[in-house]
Protein backbone atom coordinates (compact mmCIF):
# COMPACT_ATOMS: atom_id res chain seq x y z
CA UNK A 1 0.00 0.00 0.00
CA UNK A 2 1.48 3.33 -1.02
CA UNK A 3 2.06 5.85 1.87
CA UNK A 4 -0.08 8.72 2.22
CA UNK A 5 3.36 10.79 3.16
CA UNK A 6 4.50 9.26 -0.42
CA UNK A 7 6.09 12.11 -2.64
CA UNK A 8 5.41 14.77 0.17
CA UNK A 9 7.94 17.30 0.15
CA UNK A 10 8.39 18.06 4.37
CA UNK A 11 10.63 20.09 5.51
CA UNK A 12 12.52 19.90 9.21
CA UNK A 13 14.36 21.79 11.21
CA UNK A 14 16.58 20.56 14.01
CA UNK A 15 17.17 16.93 12.05
CA UNK A 16 20.70 16.33 12.83
CA UNK A 17 19.33 14.71 15.90
CA UNK A 18 16.45 12.84 18.43
CA UNK A 19 13.03 13.63 17.38
CA UNK A 20 13.94 15.96 14.00
CA UNK A 21 16.73 12.67 12.89
CA UNK A 22 14.16 9.66 13.71
CA UNK A 23 11.27 12.04 11.87
CA UNK A 24 13.34 11.76 9.24
CA UNK A 25 14.04 8.38 8.63
CA UNK A 26 10.30 7.27 9.42
CA UNK A 27 9.16 10.03 6.43
CA UNK A 28 11.92 8.61 4.11
CA UNK A 29 9.97 4.96 4.52
CA UNK A 30 6.75 6.00 3.49
CA UNK A 31 8.51 7.89 0.21
CA UNK A 32 8.57 11.53 1.29
CA UNK A 33 11.41 14.01 -0.50
CA UNK A 34 12.97 15.79 2.61
CA UNK A 35 14.82 19.15 3.42
CA UNK A 36 16.96 19.35 6.49
CA UNK A 37 17.95 22.01 8.72
CA UNK A 38 19.96 22.32 11.96
CA UNK A 39 23.73 23.74 12.75
CA UNK A 40 26.04 20.71 12.79
CA UNK A 41 26.17 20.14 9.11
CA UNK A 42 28.42 16.71 9.28
CA UNK A 43 25.41 15.27 11.61
CA UNK A 44 22.96 16.38 8.98
CA UNK A 45 24.86 14.13 5.97
CA UNK A 46 24.56 11.38 8.49
CA UNK A 47 20.94 11.63 8.81
CA UNK A 48 20.74 12.15 5.35
CA UNK A 49 22.62 9.06 4.01
CA UNK A 50 20.24 6.87 6.39
CA UNK A 51 17.40 9.25 4.44
CA UNK A 52 19.05 8.14 0.72
CA UNK A 53 19.39 3.88 1.98
CA UNK A 54 15.77 3.97 2.88
CA UNK A 55 15.57 5.16 -0.56
CA UNK A 56 14.12 8.73 -0.19
CA UNK A 57 15.39 11.98 -2.01
CA UNK A 58 16.84 14.50 0.33
CA UNK A 59 18.48 17.94 0.72
CA UNK A 60 20.33 19.42 4.09
CA UNK A 61 21.38 22.95 4.27
CA UNK A 62 23.49 23.89 7.51
CA UNK A 63 20.53 26.37 9.08
CA UNK A 64 20.59 27.88 12.80
CA UNK A 65 16.50 28.85 13.09
CA UNK A 66 17.71 32.18 15.29
CA UNK A 67 18.29 33.64 11.53
CA UNK A 68 15.48 34.27 9.85
CA UNK A 69 17.42 34.54 6.34
CA UNK A 70 18.61 31.17 7.22
CA UNK A 71 15.15 29.84 7.67
CA UNK A 72 13.60 31.17 4.45
CA UNK A 73 17.17 29.92 2.55
CA UNK A 74 15.71 26.18 3.87
CA UNK A 75 12.23 26.97 2.01
CA UNK A 76 13.83 28.55 -0.64
CA UNK A 77 16.03 25.09 -1.26
CA UNK A 78 12.95 23.13 -0.81
CA UNK A 79 10.92 25.35 -3.61
CA UNK A 80 13.70 25.34 -6.18
CA UNK A 81 14.50 21.68 -5.54
CA UNK A 82 11.38 20.38 -5.24
CA UNK A 83 8.70 22.95 -6.45
CA UNK A 84 6.86 23.00 -3.27
CA UNK A 85 6.44 22.48 0.46
CA UNK A 86 3.90 20.25 1.76
CA UNK A 87 5.07 19.98 5.54
CA UNK A 88 7.23 22.09 7.47
CA UNK A 89 8.22 21.03 11.31
CA UNK A 90 9.52 23.42 13.62
CA UNK A 91 11.28 21.22 15.49
CA UNK A 92 14.42 22.65 16.81
CA UNK A 93 15.46 23.22 20.17
CA UNK A 94 16.92 22.99 23.60
CA UNK A 95 16.41 23.36 27.12
CA UNK A 96 18.12 24.57 30.17
CA UNK A 97 17.61 24.38 34.12
CA UNK A 98 17.22 27.59 36.22
CA UNK A 99 15.35 29.39 38.49
CA UNK A 100 13.03 32.38 36.87
CA UNK A 101 14.65 35.14 38.86
CA UNK A 102 18.60 33.66 38.51
CA UNK A 103 18.31 33.29 34.55
CA UNK A 104 21.51 35.24 32.94
CA UNK A 105 19.83 37.23 30.31
CA UNK A 106 22.11 36.17 27.54
CA UNK A 107 20.46 33.10 28.38
CA UNK A 108 16.91 33.96 28.30
CA UNK A 109 17.43 35.69 24.97
CA UNK A 110 18.96 32.96 23.16
CA UNK A 111 16.33 30.07 24.40
CA UNK A 112 13.54 32.51 23.06
CA UNK A 113 15.52 32.97 19.95
CA UNK A 114 15.85 29.61 19.13
CA UNK A 115 12.78 28.34 20.23
CA UNK A 116 10.26 30.75 20.08
CA UNK A 117 11.45 33.55 16.96
CA UNK A 118 12.99 30.39 15.52
CA UNK A 119 9.76 28.19 15.39
CA UNK A 120 7.91 31.44 13.64
CA UNK A 121 10.16 32.17 11.19
CA UNK A 122 9.72 28.74 10.15
CA UNK A 123 5.76 29.29 10.23
CA UNK A 124 5.83 32.71 8.63
CA UNK A 125 7.68 31.43 5.59
CA UNK A 126 5.86 28.81 5.57
CA UNK A 127 2.52 30.06 5.98
CA UNK A 128 3.01 33.02 2.96
CA UNK A 129 4.22 30.51 0.68
CA UNK A 130 1.75 27.62 1.80
CA UNK A 131 -1.71 29.87 1.48
CA UNK A 132 -0.15 30.58 -2.36
CA UNK A 133 -0.53 27.09 -2.49
CA UNK A 134 -3.18 26.69 -1.60
CA UNK A 135 -2.35 24.25 0.60
CA UNK A 136 0.06 22.55 3.04
CA UNK A 137 0.56 21.31 6.97
CA UNK A 138 2.62 23.46 9.22
CA UNK A 139 3.91 21.45 12.72
CA UNK A 140 5.25 23.08 15.57
CA UNK A 141 6.93 20.75 18.20
CA UNK A 142 6.41 21.82 21.39
CA UNK A 143 6.20 19.57 25.00
CA UNK A 144 3.92 18.95 27.50
CA UNK A 145 4.95 21.94 29.29
CA UNK A 146 3.43 24.36 26.92
CA UNK A 147 0.57 24.01 29.92
CA UNK A 148 2.22 23.79 32.69
CA UNK A 149 5.57 25.72 34.08
CA UNK A 150 7.67 23.42 35.99
CA UNK A 151 10.17 24.72 38.74
CA UNK A 152 13.93 24.93 37.14
CA UNK A 153 12.26 24.84 33.57
CA UNK A 154 10.32 28.66 33.39
CA UNK A 155 12.28 29.94 30.30
CA UNK A 156 12.20 26.92 28.43
CA UNK A 157 8.16 26.07 29.10
CA UNK A 158 7.54 30.01 28.44
CA UNK A 159 8.95 29.48 24.79
CA UNK A 160 6.77 26.02 24.59
CA UNK A 161 3.48 27.77 25.67
CA UNK A 162 4.57 30.35 23.20
CA UNK A 163 5.05 28.31 20.61
CA UNK A 164 1.06 26.35 21.29
CA UNK A 165 -0.24 30.43 21.52
CA UNK A 166 1.01 30.68 17.91
CA UNK A 167 -0.28 27.41 16.64
CA UNK A 168 -3.51 28.15 18.18
CA UNK A 169 -3.87 31.44 16.49
CA UNK A 170 -2.42 30.60 13.46
CA UNK A 171 -4.58 27.00 13.08
CA UNK A 172 -8.00 29.61 13.11
CA UNK A 173 -6.27 32.61 11.09
CA UNK A 174 -5.70 30.05 7.96
CA UNK A 175 -9.01 28.19 8.55
CA UNK A 176 -10.43 26.99 5.32
CA UNK A 177 -7.22 28.49 3.21
CA UNK A 178 -6.13 24.81 2.88
CA UNK A 179 -3.20 24.87 5.48
CA UNK A 180 -3.83 23.00 8.55
CA UNK A 181 -1.25 24.11 11.82
CA UNK A 182 -0.93 21.46 14.36
CA UNK A 183 1.26 21.19 17.45
CA UNK A 184 3.30 18.04 18.81
CA UNK A 185 3.52 17.77 22.58
CA UNK A 186 6.15 14.83 23.37
CA UNK A 187 6.44 13.70 26.90
CA UNK A 188 10.33 13.02 28.09
CA UNK A 189 11.76 11.62 24.81
CA UNK A 190 15.17 9.71 24.59
CA UNK A 191 17.62 12.29 22.38
CA UNK A 192 20.27 14.21 23.00
CA UNK A 193 17.70 17.01 24.75
CA UNK A 194 19.10 16.32 28.26
CA UNK A 195 22.58 15.92 27.23
CA UNK A 196 22.61 19.60 25.57
CA UNK A 197 20.37 21.08 28.21
CA UNK A 198 22.58 19.39 31.21
CA UNK A 199 25.95 20.82 29.27
CA UNK A 200 24.07 24.34 29.72
CA UNK A 201 23.10 24.08 32.63
CA UNK A 202 26.52 23.06 34.50
CA UNK A 203 24.78 20.13 36.09
CA UNK A 204 23.05 17.13 35.62
CA UNK A 205 19.41 17.17 33.66
CA UNK A 206 16.93 14.61 33.63
CA UNK A 207 13.71 14.02 32.21
CA UNK A 208 11.17 12.22 34.78
CA UNK A 209 8.38 9.18 34.32
CA UNK A 210 7.88 7.36 31.35
CA UNK A 211 10.55 7.48 28.61
CA UNK A 212 9.62 6.69 25.05
CA UNK A 213 11.67 6.57 21.85
CA UNK A 214 12.59 9.19 19.22
CA UNK A 215 11.33 6.61 16.63
CA UNK A 216 7.74 5.83 18.46
CA UNK A 217 7.31 10.06 18.28
CA UNK A 218 8.40 10.14 14.90
CA UNK A 219 5.87 7.26 13.39
CA UNK A 220 3.22 9.29 15.79
CA UNK A 221 4.38 12.71 13.67
CA UNK A 222 3.88 10.40 10.06
CA UNK A 223 0.68 9.76 11.50
CA UNK A 224 0.10 13.24 12.32
CA UNK A 225 0.73 14.49 9.01
CA UNK A 226 -1.81 11.48 7.01
CA UNK A 227 -4.40 12.65 9.39
CA UNK A 228 -3.85 16.33 10.48
CA UNK A 229 -5.25 17.32 13.46
CA UNK A 230 -4.85 20.15 16.34
CA UNK A 231 -2.81 18.46 18.66
CA UNK A 232 -0.39 15.30 18.91
CA UNK A 233 0.32 14.14 22.56
CA UNK A 234 2.36 10.87 21.97
CA UNK A 235 2.05 9.88 25.46
CA UNK A 236 -1.82 10.35 25.92
CA UNK A 237 -1.78 10.58 29.98
CA UNK A 238 -0.05 13.15 29.62
CA UNK A 239 -2.31 15.60 27.86
CA UNK A 240 -5.29 14.76 30.63
CA UNK A 241 -2.58 15.40 33.72
CA UNK A 242 -1.73 18.61 31.85
CA UNK A 243 -5.38 19.88 31.75
CA UNK A 244 -5.68 18.68 35.36
CA UNK A 245 -2.87 21.11 36.40
CA UNK A 246 -4.76 24.01 34.26
CA UNK A 247 -8.14 23.18 36.51
CA UNK A 248 -5.99 22.78 39.66
CA UNK A 249 -3.27 25.51 40.07
CA UNK A 250 -2.64 25.53 43.55
CA UNK A 251 -3.27 21.71 44.36
CA UNK A 252 -0.67 21.21 41.25
CA UNK A 253 1.88 23.49 42.28
CA UNK A 254 1.48 21.34 46.22
CA UNK A 255 1.93 18.24 44.22
CA UNK A 256 4.60 19.38 41.66
CA UNK A 257 6.69 20.86 44.75
CA UNK A 258 6.73 17.38 46.51
CA UNK A 259 7.08 14.80 43.65
CA UNK A 260 8.25 16.19 40.20
CA UNK A 261 11.71 16.54 39.67
CA UNK A 262 12.05 16.42 36.19
CA UNK A 263 14.75 18.35 35.32
CA UNK A 264 17.57 17.06 38.01
CA UNK A 265 18.05 18.97 41.46
CA UNK A 266 18.63 23.02 41.64
CA UNK A 267 21.60 24.52 42.34
CA UNK A 268 20.62 25.01 46.21
CA UNK A 269 18.26 22.39 46.69
N1 LIG B 1 13.58 15.05 24.45
C1 LIG B 1 12.52 15.39 25.14
O1 LIG B 1 12.24 14.84 26.23
C2 LIG B 1 11.57 16.45 24.60
C3 LIG B 1 10.33 16.57 25.24
C4 LIG B 1 9.44 17.53 24.77
C5 LIG B 1 9.76 18.32 23.69
N2 LIG B 1 10.97 18.17 23.09
C6 LIG B 1 11.27 19.05 21.95
O2 LIG B 1 11.59 18.28 20.82
C7 LIG B 1 12.38 19.07 19.92
C8 LIG B 1 13.55 18.23 19.42
O3 LIG B 1 14.40 17.96 20.53
P1 LIG B 1 15.06 16.52 20.77
O4 LIG B 1 14.47 15.96 22.00
O5 LIG B 1 15.05 15.71 19.53
O6 LIG B 1 16.53 16.98 21.17
P2 LIG B 1 17.93 16.92 20.39
O7 LIG B 1 18.28 15.51 20.06
O8 LIG B 1 18.86 17.71 21.24
O9 LIG B 1 17.63 17.69 19.04
C9 LIG B 1 17.53 19.08 18.97
C10 LIG B 1 17.73 19.50 17.54
O10 LIG B 1 17.58 20.92 17.47
C11 LIG B 1 18.68 21.44 16.75
N3 LIG B 1 18.98 22.81 17.14
C12 LIG B 1 19.27 23.30 18.37
N4 LIG B 1 19.51 24.63 18.29
C13 LIG B 1 19.38 24.97 16.98
C14 LIG B 1 19.52 26.17 16.25
N5 LIG B 1 19.87 27.33 16.85
N6 LIG B 1 19.30 26.16 14.92
C15 LIG B 1 18.96 25.01 14.30
N7 LIG B 1 18.82 23.83 14.92
C16 LIG B 1 19.03 23.81 16.25
C17 LIG B 1 19.84 20.49 17.01
O11 LIG B 1 20.74 20.52 15.91
P3 LIG B 1 22.15 21.30 15.87
O12 LIG B 1 22.73 21.26 17.25
O13 LIG B 1 22.92 20.51 14.86
O14 LIG B 1 21.81 22.68 15.39
C18 LIG B 1 19.11 19.15 17.02
O15 LIG B 1 18.99 18.66 15.70
C19 LIG B 1 12.81 20.32 20.69
O16 LIG B 1 12.02 21.42 20.27
C20 LIG B 1 12.48 19.96 22.13
O17 LIG B 1 12.16 21.10 22.89
C21 LIG B 1 11.89 17.25 23.51
Same mark, same amino acid.
Not at 83 to 86: A, E, K, T, Y
Given at each position: MVSQTAGKVVVITG? /? /? @?IGAATAEALAKGGAKLVLGARRLDKLQAVASRVTELGGQVEVMACDVGSRDQVQALMTLAQSRF @????VAIANAGFGFTSRVHEVAEAQMEEIWRVNLLGTWYLMAAAGSLMLQQRQGHIIAVSSVVARRGLPGMGPYCMTKAGQLSLVEAMRVELRASGVYVSSVHPG?????FFQQASRRSGRTVRGGGKIQSAEVVARKICSLIQHPRP??????MLRWAMLLTAMMPGISDAAIAKTMRPYGRLPRD
Open positions: A /S /S @G @GRVDYTQTEELWPMK
